[in-house]
């Protein structure tokens, strides 16, 4: 018999709890909740009432489970949740934009993950879950269970960790179990509650005034109907324990000592004062008392795990299809096991308690042998062990004693893990692997050595990998080229980690060992790692020495071919030339693309294409490149990349004035970064806040964003013209601290001829010829020194140029030249409000101190513009120059913003455009007058105004111009 509780006993408030939570993920405050206990204490009961509660709320559901075949499967349980969503919810995966590819990683149907070091970020795959969670919970809340979480892999708990901690705002509610005995995963739960992100409920045992009501459900009985001497044995023998309190009862029964009678159930004459140990042990007497046959089968399928299939116990056991299912179906079976409620002809013990007392059972030498009979079985059922079924398999030869193909079996399945994104469960199977191989060959543990490296790069422990590298121990006999790459292999990693010194080290090693002779293939990846390490060290002949590998790797990659090598060498010289060749740097990037292309590398040829798109934006302004490259990566699940091409978004927008859509594509990317924290892209889009604030003449909201620059490791003095010329030169300027703005300016270019860089909007080619124009410190052969480098030619930078040209012109005397150049500059910044408005407002300066050009007009312009702009130092200087140019300046009164721009910048002021507008139905002086509460006179007089103002020849002139705008003005008033 049987007996289980049809009801949940003593957790009335644990469920109160669950219920909360449920509603409030409902309301789109998610959160986590984590139930811990021992084995046996209701954990998965409870969260199957939890489910319940949910299916019943009509919520989406997921629900996984750990060790489903054996520990650590990497993102298993992740997988099975993710699936269990599909068989009852459609899910519109286009809706998850790149994270739709990421989660390919669990549903290959969903796209094919990039076999890159993005596509293989655990943060980015939770960033997807969380946002699939989000996308099913929309409107009705949704519900993952996690059972079982102290035999998750390190992957699954990384994603759990950060689903804990980025729920509070969404619709779900994260549930998981775990056994109170140590493990990583309460150490997650544990932490994650110490900090307020979670909810931890102890599941403690029943209570003896709680065991009637359970021992009674479970006999189909009221609680107060069974004999007390009953309960008082049942409550000894148990201790409370939910699940040893159904077993002893269970055994109780099957035993004669609880008996049903007439007057209900009764206990046996005589019982005795406390259970024997062997109903103590009730799990160890149901299973003797199962057939060789029916022990066989089960202990089969315990070695596999709390789950197994039936198609690999049926060919471990030779039972026929009919024996076997007789057996499951039998009373003893089916009180151990049960039909798997997920997946089809598997079966699952009821309890894990089950399985492990079924491995307890067996005998050391009776395992080994039956170890490797399931092993055997799983190589038939499953030639390719694909999967999972490598790792089990790997488990179970290590069982039966052979540890050559435990070896070899755990090596592939570190390789399967770190392919599929688990670095972390990667390094486990691998250090086993490294271990079982230990006498073994030479080239097989190379090949484990380098994947181990590998995996431990991706991990984030560099130092290891560095320590393991470097010990001759560990390395010896391996042949020096196979240990160069494992050092260019290295060198690599430590780029990437930030680790500069570590990777020059391993660079030195990998080219000593490869000897001076060594041929090219061999020696380009380590060219190109060489060259991206020059880059980032300081100095005047650093980017010669980078272009120099560059080409060098370039060739070499297009030859032989190494396509990843050629990809990268010619991104880089992209960067390298731009300053010296804009068209030549554009080739270079297209090169790249198009060896990406050839090669199926997407990854590659969307990086390309943004260094594209950026290229188009610099030298013509446009962004329909970037945006490509924006829509190619969310395609292909390049999720970085796509931040990467918003970011370049966001700096065009922010040189563009389009400010609130660069703050909005800003606040969005920066949200994504921090959460996923991706410290180079966050550190850069830091930056472009504080330049956003900058180029507002905000000081706070600038030295804000770079104190959170600063906080996330970012260094002034690597992105200096950037913090210095195109935030800080540009926030001085709007504040009309001139000498701020050119000892801000100073720093930018003293850095950039430094430590030359591939950024080149620090103003050097810009706004510093302006300025030192203005100031007198630069004559046409210094102009032309600078104007004459290709680099000179993007269009920020070239409007800045052309202004400084119309300085010098007018200097000279060459009044009409400088007249036309203003035009000229002002039709290249067309895209740049605010950089055409303050060059204006510069150049007005010097054209009314040289006697030339219209200043007064662009003095107008520009302080209409920062008016609206809400910049009032500069608005204000405007005013200023205006007046002493001898310029009337209209007061600035309530409906300005209605007057339009072309108006506006010629002086007409709110009730002179009063009057234009009645003009248009041809009143008279009087007319008008009434209208607006002037006199005659008054009207006259703006009349004559608006006359002067608009160059038009008479009255009537003006009164056809007010009719055939007038419909302008009334449809789209301007703000």
């Not at 290295?490 to 000897?515: K, N, P």
């Not at 924006?630 to 918003?646: D, I, K, L, S, Y």
């Not at 900058?694 to 104190?707: C, D, I, K, S, Y």
Request: net charge negative; with cysteine; charged share 20%.
């Amino acid at each position: 018999m049987h007996c289980r509780s049809r009801i949940i006993v003593g957790r009335d408030a644990e469920l109160g709890t669950l219920r909360d939570m449920l509603e409030a993920a409902r309301a789109g405050n998610g959160g986590a909740v984590f139930l811990v206990g021992e084995a046996g204490i209701g954990k998965s009961r409870l969260a199957a009432a939890a489910v319940e509660l949910g299916y019943t709320a009509e919520m989406s559901l997921l629900r996984g489970r750990g060790s489903t075949l054996g520990a650590g499967v990497p993102l298993r349980p992740l997988t099975e949740a993710v699936l269990s969503l599909l068989r009852s919810t459609p899910v519109d995966v286009a809706a998850l934009g790149p994270y739709g590819p990421v989660l390919g990683r669990l549903v290959p149907d969903w796209g094919t993950p990039l076999a890159d070091q993005e596509g293989g970020s655990v943060v980015i795959l939770a960033e997807a879950v969380l946002r699939l969670t989000g996308l099913a919970g929309r409107d009705r809340g949704c519900l993952m269970v996690l059972d079982d979480l102290q035999d998750a892999d390190a992957e699954t708990l990384m994603v759990v960790e950060y689903l804990i901690d980025n729920l509070d705002q969404q619709p779900t509610l994260l549930l998981g179990t775990i056994r109170a005995d140590d493990s990583p995963a309460i150490e997650v739960a544990r932490a994650a509650a110490r900090r307020g992100r979670c909810t931890l409920i102890a599941l403690d045992r029943l209570g003896s005034g709680d065991l009637p009501a359970m021992a009674g459900s479970c006999l189909g009985v009221a609680g107060e109907e069974l004999p007390a001497a009953a309960t008082e044995l049942l409550w000894g023998s148990s201790g409370g324990n939910p699940f040893l309190i159904e077993e002893i009862l269970a055994a109780m029964v099957e035993n004669g000592l609880l008996l049903p009678g007439a007057q209900g159930w009764q206990l046996a004459p005589q019982p005795p004062a406390t259970l024997p140990a062997a109903f103590t042990r009730s799990m160890a007497h149901r299973i003797e008392k199962l057939g060789p046959q029916a022990r066989q089968l089960l202990s089969c399928g315990a070695l596999m795990g709390q789950r197994f299939p039936v198609a690999v116990v049926q060919t471990a056991t030779g039972l026929s299809d009919r024996d076997l299912l007789n057996h499951l179906h039998g009373d003893l079976v089916a009180q151990l096991v049960m039909p798997d409620d997920q997946l089809t002809d598997w079966y699952a013990f009821r309890h894990r308690v089950t399985q492990e007392s079924l491995l307890a059972l067996v005998e050391p030498a009776d395992r080994v042998e039956l170890a490797r009979t399931v092993a055997d079985a799983v190589a038939k059922v499953h030639p390719d062990l694909p999967g999972e079924w490598c790792q089990i398999s790997a488990t179970l030869h290590l069982d039966a004693g052979d540890t050559a193909t435990a070896g070899r079996l755990f090596a592939e399945a570190g390789r399967r893990a770190l392919a599929q994104g688990a670095p972390t469960s990667a390094v486990a199977l691998l250090d086993q692997a490294w271990e079982l191989q230990a006498d073994g060959a030479a080239e097989a543990r190379a090949d484990t050595l380098e994947t181990l490296l590998q995996a431990l790069g991706e991990a984030g422990l560099v130092k290891r990998a560095l320590d393991l590298v470097s010990s001759p121990d560990q390395v010896a006999g391996l042949d020096p080229r196979r240990r160069a790459q494992l050092h260019t292999r290295l060198a690599w990693t430590a780029v990437v980690a930030g680790q500069l010194t570590d990777a020059a080290a391993q660079v030195e090693i990998a080219r000593e060992l490869l000897g001076a002779d060594a041929p090219a293939e061999e020696t380009a990846p380590v060219d190109i790692v060489a060259a991206h390490l020059a880059l980032d060290t300081p100095g005047q002949d650093q980017l010669s020495v980078a272009e120099t590998l560059a080409r060098r790797a370039a060739t070499v990659g297009a030859a032989v071919p190494l396509p990843v090598v050629a990809c990268q060498a010619w991104q880089l010289l992209g960067a390298l030339v731009r300053h010296r060749d804009p068209a030549e740097a554009t080739r270079c990037l297209e090169q790249a693309r198009s060896i990406a292309a050839e090669h199926d590398l997407p990854i590659w040829e969307v990086h390309a294409l943004i260094r594209l798109g950026n290229d188009d934006a610099l030298r013509y302004g446009t962004l329909d490149r970037l945006e490509e490259a924006r829509e190619r990566a969310r395609q292909t699940g390049a999720v970085t990349a796509r931040q990467q091409a918003e970011a370049s978004i966001a700096l065009h927008l922010i040189m563009r004035g389009d400010y609130l859509s660069a703050r909005d594509l800003i606040d969005q990317v920066l949200t994504a970064t921090t959460r996923l924290k991706l410290i180079e892209t966050t550190q850069y889009v830091l930056l472009l806040r504080a330049v956003l604030g900058a180029h507002q003449g905000r000081r706070a909201e600038m030295e804000h964003a770079l104190v959170e620059f600063r906080r996330w490791g970012g260094d002034d003095g690597l992105h200096a013209q950037r913090v210095h010329g195109l935030a800080g030169t540009f926030c001085a300027l709007l504040e009309e601290d001139r000498p701020r703005a050119l000892a801000e300016l100073s720093r930018a270019v003293e850095a950039e001829e430094t430590s030359p860089t591939v950024f080149h909007l620090g103003g050097r080619l810009g706004l510093q010829l302006l300025l030192r124009a203005m100031a007198g410190e630069i004559d046409w052969e210094a102009y032309q020194a600078v104007t004459g480098t290709p680099a000179s030619r993007l269009r920020w930078d070239r409007q800045f140029a052309l202004f400084a040209q119309a300085v010098l012109l007018g200097r000279s005397g060459r009044h009409e030249a400088a007249t036309a150049a203003v035009a000229e500059a002002v039709q290249v910044g067309d895209l740049y409000a605010m950089g055409r408005h303050l060059a204006l407002r510069l150049v007005a300066e010097s054209a009314l101190a040289d006697g030339w050009g219209t200043p007064v007009e662009w003095l107008r312009v520009a302080e209409d513009y920062f008016h609206q702009a809400d910049v009032a130092p500069v608005a204000g200087a405007c005013r200023t120059l205006l007046r002493q140019a001898g310029a009337r300046v209209a007061q600035r009164r309530r409906g300005a913003a209605e007057i339009p721009p072309a108006l506006r910048t010629t002086g007409v002021t709110v009730r002179e455009f009063e009057v234009l507008r009645l003009l248009t139905g041809r009143l008279s002086n009087r007319e008008i007058a009434e209208r607006l509460h002037l006199s005659p006179r008054t009207v006259e007089r703006h009349v004559s105004s608006l006359i002067t103002k608009t160059g038009l020849p008479n009255r009537i002139a003006l009164s056809d111009f007010a009719a055939g705008a007038q419909e302008e003005w009334t449809v789209r008033p301007v703000s």
